[in-house]
C-alpha cells in the first residue's frame, strides 16, 4: 500500500518469528499450544473442531501459509492482504501478520464463521466471563468508592493509572506470565502531565478510545471514558472494539455491554453511578462504540483504510491501549529505543495517546539512560509486562 503521508519511511527491521529464542518465536511455540489447549479444555467443541485446531497448530510452526477457504466471509480482503505471504513459511512473514492471522484461522478452526451451533460463539468467552465475575473486580469496583471526593487532577490520574495498569490484566499475558504479573512495575516514559493539558486544551471535543482487552482492562477504561464525558474534557468519546473475537481477551460490542453492566449492577454506589451513567451516554449518542474489520487486520495502523481515516479525522485526541495497538500504531520493528515517539506516529490521523504495558520487543520515544538502565537490568523488560508507558504526540 503507498504510503499516503510524509512521514519518515521507517528502516528498522521488520520483527519476525522465526528467530529461535526470538519472543516473537516463543509465542508461536510455547505460547500458542498453551493458549489452544485452555480454549479446548473450555468450550466442548466436537473431534472435528479439534482436529482443525491442533491442525493449525502444527501448521503455523512448521508449514506454509494457506488461505482461508473460498466460502469465508472475508476470504477475498485476507487474500489481498496476504497476497506477497501466501505459500511461504509462516516465519517468514512479519509477526504480526502471522499472530493476527493465527486468531483469524483459529475462528475458522472453531466454527465461527460457519452456519451452525458454534456460530459467533465467542472461544474466550469462558475466560473473559470469569474475569468480569472474579472477586478481584469487586473489590476495584468498591475503591471507585474512595475517589469520590478527591479534587479533579488526583481524580484524573488516578483513572488514568488504572486503565495504564488495566492493560497488565490481559488474559494472553498471563497464560505464560504466571500469576497475576502483581511484582514491581515501573512507568518507563510518563507524558500524563501533557495527556492531561492536551485535554484541557481541546476541552470538548471528540475523544477517539481504541480498546484492547475487555474485562479488568475495559472496566477502567469505561470509568476513564465516564470520567472524560462527566468532567467536560469530551463531549463525545468513540470507542473502538475489535468486530469479532481476536488475542484471546480483545474487546468486543458483547464484552463493552456486559463491562457496563457490571458496573450498573455493582453493589457498590460510585460504580453503579458509572454504569447508570454510561447506559445514558450510549443511549444519547455521547458515548459511541463503533467497530471496522482494520481492527483485525494484520496490518499497522500506518495502512489504515481512508474511511477509518476520515472517521478518527478531527478528534482531539485518540487514546490507544496496551501492546498490540502499540504494536501497530509505531510499527512492529525493531526500532531503535531512542526513536522520538513524534517519529513514528506522525501518519496517524489526530494527536495520539498510548497507554500500555511493555509486552513486545517494540519500543520507541526512550532516552538513553532509560535504556541503559533497563538493559543493565539483566530482566525480559520489553516483554515482561512489568514496566508501562504513557507516550503523547500532541500536534499544535
Ligand atoms: O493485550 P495487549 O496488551 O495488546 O497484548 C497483546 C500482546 O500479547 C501478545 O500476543 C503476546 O505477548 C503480543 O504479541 C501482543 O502484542
Redesign the pocket.
Known amino acids: 500500500m503507498p504510503r499516503e503521508t510524509s512521514d519518515p519511511v521507517p528502516t528498522a527491521p521488520v520483527i519476525r518469528s522465526d528467530v529461535p529464542g526470538s ?2 518465536w516463543g ?1 508461536f511455540h510455547e ?1 500458542h499450544p498453551k493458549l489452544v489447549q485452555q480454549v479446548l479444555d473450555a468450550l466442548p467443541y466436537g473431534p472435528a473442531q479439534r482436529a482443525a485446531v491442533q491442525r493449525l497448530l502444527v501448521e503455523s510452526t512448521t508449514d506454509v501459509l494457506e488461505p482461508l477457504g473460498e466460502d469465508a466471509p472475508d476470504a477475498a480482503q485476507w487474500l489481498e492482504w496476504g497476497e506477497d505471504l501466501w505459500g511461504k513459511p509462516w516465519g517468514e512473514a512479519p ?2 501478520w502471522a ?1 493476527s492471522y493465527f486468531y483469524r484461522r483459529l475462528l475458522d478452526a472453531v466454527g465461527y464463521f460457519r452456519p451452525g451451533a458454534w456460530h459467533g460463539v465467542d472461544p474466550f468467552a469462558p475466560f473473559k466471563n470469569a474475569e468480569l465475575a472474579g472477586p478481584a473486580v469487586d473489590d476495584e469496583l468498591a475503591a471507585l468508592n474512595e475517589l469520590d471526593g478527591l479534587p479533579e487532577a488526583r481524580r484524573a490520574q488516578a483513572l488514568l493509572s488504572s486503565a495504564l495498569w488495566g ?2 490484566a ?4 498471563r497464560i ?1 506470565a504466571g500469576a497475576d504479573g502483581q511484582t514491581a512495575s515501573d512507568l518507563v516514559a510518563d507524558d500524563s502531565t501533557t495527556f492531561c493539558a492536551e485535554l484541557e486544551r481541546t476541552r470538548g471535543g471528540r475523544v477517539c478510545v481504541v480498546a ?2 475487555a474485562g479488568r ?1 475495559l472496566l477502567p477504561d469505561l470509568v476513564l471514558i465516564d470520567h472524560l464525558l462527566t468532567c467536560g474534557l469530551a463531549a463525545q468519546v468513540v470507542l473502538y472494539v475489535k468486530p469479532q473475537p481476536y ?4 474487546a468486543t460490542t458483547a464484552d463493552v455491554l456486559a463491562s457496563v453492566e457490571r458496573l450498573r449492577t455493582a453493589p457498590t454506589r460510585a460504580a453503579g453511578t458509572v454504569g447508570e451513567r454510561l447506559w445514558q451516554a450510549m443511549t444519547n449518542g455521547a458515548l459511541v462504540v463503533r467497530t471496522h474489520p482494520f481492527f483485525c487486520a494484520p496490518l499497522p495502523f500506518h495502512d489504515m483504510p481512508a474511511d477509518l481515516r476520515t472517521e478518527f479525522t478531527g478528534a482531539a485526541m485518540t487514546i490507544l ?7 501497530r500504531l509505531v510499527g512492529d520493528r525493531l526500532h531503535p529505543p531512542t526513536t522520538p515517539f513524534t517519529e513514528t506516529t506522525g501518519h496517524f490521523p489526530t494527536p495520539v495517546a498510548a497507554l ?2 511493555l ?2 520487543d ?1 519500543i520507541v520515544g526512550f532516552d538513553s539512560e532509560t535504556v541503559a538502565r533497563l538493559d543493565s537490568s539483566e530482566t525480559a523488560w520489553r ?1 515482561n ?1 512489568h514496566h508501562a508507558v504513557i507516550q503523547v504526540a500532541a500536534r499544535h
Open positions: 519472543f516473537a509465542v505460547r509477526f504480526l499472530e492493560n497488565r490481559d488474559l494472553s499475558f505464560t484492547d482487552n482492562e488475542y484471546v481477551s480483545d491501549k496496551g501492546d498490540l495497538n502499540y504494536r500500555r504495558t509486552k513486545s517494540v516483554t509486562g
